[in-house]
């Protein structure tokens, strides 16, 4: 079945530091690949997606390259501010007769001044 | 274009009652989900309906049942409300296709005590 796999947090930064959480997955077929984020109190926001391998997908500062021969998705920030904390979800999806996307549990992100 | 609307926000139950989580979409999307999110435990899906007139369960539908009313529509009941669904709910919905993921709702928090 598929899965997905992420760095366990709680991951604390300080501002204007470099961010990688790491996710590798396991699916059949050809996933397309995804990063929600989800700030205290609210719900789940799609940060980033990449539909085959090699594309990159980036957004808010925010990138992630689809790495079908390492079957990873790693988010990375080149310098993150206090406005970042919250938990991130890496996800995909399969297809291949399925509905529903399958969820990593989640990074906690706390940014320090 | 209010996307995926949940009501309520909050709500407060005493053991064994129940109630009904409304969800409605605008987004003429085919797919609709409930998950619920615990500490810990990442998000488990309840239900999902894959369009209009079909339900099937996800994870974790013990103690829920579902209704897809119409295409915009997916409620959630809790018919004897129990502490362990103490917890935050989350609809989401996606189109038809390998490379999209969900919209999520804002979420209800529900407590039962």
């Known amino acids: 079945g598929n899965s997905v796999t992420q760095m366990e947090g709680p991951v604390t930064l300080s501002e204007e530091a470099f961010l990688t959480i790491n996710c590798t997955y396991t699916?059949?077929?050809?996933?397309?690949l995804f990063w929600y984020v989800q700030y205290p109190g609210e719900g789940l926001q799609l940060l980033l997606k990449a539909t085959k391998a090699d594309d990159k997908g980036s957004n808010k500062g925010f990138e992630a390259t689809y790495r079908k021969e390492t079957t990873s998705f790693h988010l990375e920030k080149g310098s993150v501010q206090v406005s970042d904390s919250a938990v991130y979800f890496c996800?995909?999806?399969?297809?291949?007769?399925?509905?529903?996307?399958?969820f990593g549990k989640g990074t906690k992100l706390s940014v320090i001044p | 274009n209010a996307g995926v609307t949940q009501t309520p926000k909050f709500q407060v139950l005493k053991t064994g009652q129940s109630m009904t989580l409304q969800c409605a979409q605008d987004?003429?999307?085919?797919?609709m989900y409930w998950y619920r999110q615990d500490p810990g435990m990442g998000l488990r899906l309840i239900y999902y309906?894959?369009?209009?007139?079909?339900?099937d369960k996800g994870e974790v539908p013990n103690g829920y049942n579902v209704s897809r009313l119409n295409k915009r529509e997916f409620s959630l009941r809790l018919e004897s409300a129990a502490p362990s669904q103490t917890s935050v709910y989350f609809c989401?919905?996606?189109?038809?296709?390998?490379?999209?993921?969900?919209?999520f709702g804002s979420g209800t928090r529900l407590t039962v005590v």
């Open positions: 699916a059949t077929g050809y996933p397309s």
């Open positions: 996800a995909l999806f399969s297809g291949a007769g399925s509905y529903q996307l399958t």
């Open positions: 989401a919905t996606r189109p038809s296709g390998v490379s999209y993921g969900y919209t």
């Open positions: 987004m003429n999307h085919n797919s």
């Open positions: 309906s894959a369009s209009e007139g079909t339900t």
